[in-house]
Structure formats: C-alpha cells, structure tokens
C-alpha cells in the first residue's frame, strides 16, 4: 500500500511538493460578484465540484530537498469516463492515456489518515494552487467546496497549516530582478532545473515543484528565509493563485 510508505517517510521528509491534472477549465460562474477575487474563487469551486480529477502527484523530501533513499515520487490515477464525465477539449489527450484508476473516495479516506494533513510539521509545496487545493479538498470532505472563499481559507488552515506557492515566492524582489516568470516548466527552465519524467504528469509534475522550490530557496533566500515566511501566507498566495487561470 502506497499511502502506508508514505506514513513511513513522512516524519523524516516533511516537505510535500504536490501537482495535480484535472478536466481543465469547463464553466464560468454568473451573476454579482463581490470582487475579482470572490469570481475567480467561485470559478474554481464551480468547477471543482463538477468535474473529476485525473492524477495527483506527491513528491517528500526533507528540508534540504534530498528524497527519500529508495528514491520514490508517487502518482495516483483516478477513474475517468471520457464518455460519461465532463471535461475541457484541451485535455482530450490527458484523458486518452489515463489508466484504469482508484476512486476519489478511497484516496480521500487514505489521504485523511496518511499523516500528510492536520499537521504543523508538513509543508505543502505547490505551483499555482488554486485549483490544486480545491480537488484535494474535496476528496477529502467528498461534499462540495464551500459557498464563501472564508470557510475555503479556514478548512485549508486546517488540513494545510504550512504551505508555499512558487508563485509566490516569485514576486519577493530576488526572483523578480531575475525576471523568473511563466509556467512550472518555463520557471524550471530558467533555474536550470532537469525534468525527470513527462510534463503535465502529476508525479513529474510534483518532483519538478520539488526540486524549483529548493533551487528558488537556495538560490534567493538561503540567507534570508525567515523573513519570507512570513509573506506567503494563504489569503496572500491563493487568491494569486487563482487568477489569470
């Protein structure tokens, strides 16, 4: 059982670096909208609780960045109809090469007593997330994402108390002289960071998220980090991560 290696490692490498692929994009939300913040989340709870995921990705390292000796990045695959489930054209191909695969609910159920949430200790490290969060979350609470983007802040607080956008992160004043800028890859490419694997594979996906954090971190803020900490807080970073989707 994969999640049972997962509880095996977890302590010793706390850092999770996270990707998932989904459907894309399928509905826009109408009506009044308090702000372009309140739209762009009631997009992605709109979406999210219509539409299945295809993979998530998890890659644990220690704080250093090194995996663990056995070396292993883990990549689930959920059960997808292209007949009978919605999704975007743009991810026709994805969905042709998914594989027979676990229910949401049993991954939810696993991810809930995994060792990877409610927990101080772990950071989560994402790229862009909003969307990211908001599937995990429903597989966990298996009900729809919240009406109001405050109760989304506050169920995230509670399942992940420490977590870091590289989007984020890429606004702090080192990042921006070094003009990094565009998707995982682009950034990736810039920092001369390799790919291992397939991109808009969540388990490659993941390890790539890894492997730019630690460059970015080492590279910017190897003198400085605990004062960044501090400036990636969720309200910050999620509502970055939600827009120009």
């Known amino acids: 059982m994969e999640f049972a290696r997962i509880r ?107 060792g990877l949430i409610v927990d101080e200790h772990v950071t989560w490290l994402t790229f862009h997330s909003g969307y990211d969060f908001g599937y995990l979350m429903r597989s966990i609470m298996l009900q729809e994402l919240p009406k109001e983007e405050s109760q989304f802040f506050q169920f995230h607080k509670t399942l992940f108390p420490r977590s870091y956008d590289i989007k984020m992160l890429m606004k702090q004043p080192g990042p921006v002289s070094a003009k990094l800028r565009g998707g995982l890859q682009e950034v990736a490419d810039q920092l ?12 490659s996906d993941s390890l790539l998220t890894a492997q730019t954090f630690f460059k970015i971190k080492q590279r910017f803020f190897e003198d400085n980090w605990d004062q960044v900490i501090g400036t990636t807080v969720l309200d910050a970073y999620f509502i970055d991560a939600l827009v120009n989707l």
């Open 192 to 203: 001369q960071v390799v790919r291992t694997g397939k991109q808009h594979q969540a388990g």
């Open 8 to 114: 095996e490692v977890i302590r010793e490498y706390p850092f999770v670096a996270m990707d998932t692929e989904f459907p894309g994009v399928v509905a826009t939300p109408l009506g009044q909208f308090k702000s372009k913040e309140d739209f762009n989340y009631q997009q992605v709870s709109c979406n999210v609780n219509m539409l299945k995921l295809i993979q998530v990705g998890f890659t644990l390292t220690d704080k250093d960045g090194s995996l663990p000796p056995s070396g292993d990045v883990w990549q689930f695959n959920f059960q997808f109809s292209l007949n009978d489930d919605m999704y975007s054209q743009e991810s026709v191909e994805l969905l042709r090469s998914a594989v027979e695969g676990i229910r949401m609910a049993d991954f939810g159920e696993l991810l809930t007593t995994s």
